[in-house]
């Protein structure tokens, strides 16, 4: 399942650079296209405030 970023999110950057596939785009929150996500979790795994989760 792919995943989405909460209202939490700081905009840090850190899951953008993970992302093997660049499905996620900046903005106010990150943001991730659910039709490019290839569900590897590398995001998730270096978000700082756990606010990356399953859609």
Same mark, same amino acid.
């Given at each position: 399942?792919?995943?989405?970023?909460?209202?939490?999110?700081?905009? $840090?950057? !850190?899951?953008?650079?993970? $992302?093997?596939? &660049? /499905?996620? !785009?900046?903005?106010?929150?990150? =943001? %991730?296209?659910?039709?490019? $996500?290839?569900? $590897? /979790?590398? /995001? &998730?795994? =270096? /978000?700082?405030?756990? !606010?990356? %989760?399953?859609?």
């Amino acid at each position: 399942m792919p995943r989405k970023i909460l209202d939490t999110c700081i905009a $840090c950057g !850190s899951c953008a650079a993970e $992302c093997p596939v &660049e /499905c996620i !785009s900046e903005g106010d929150i990150y =943001v %991730v296209d659910a039709d490019v $996500c290839i569900d $590897c /979790c590398a /995001c &998730e795994a =270096v /978000c700082p405030t756990d !606010s990356i %989760v399953e859609a």
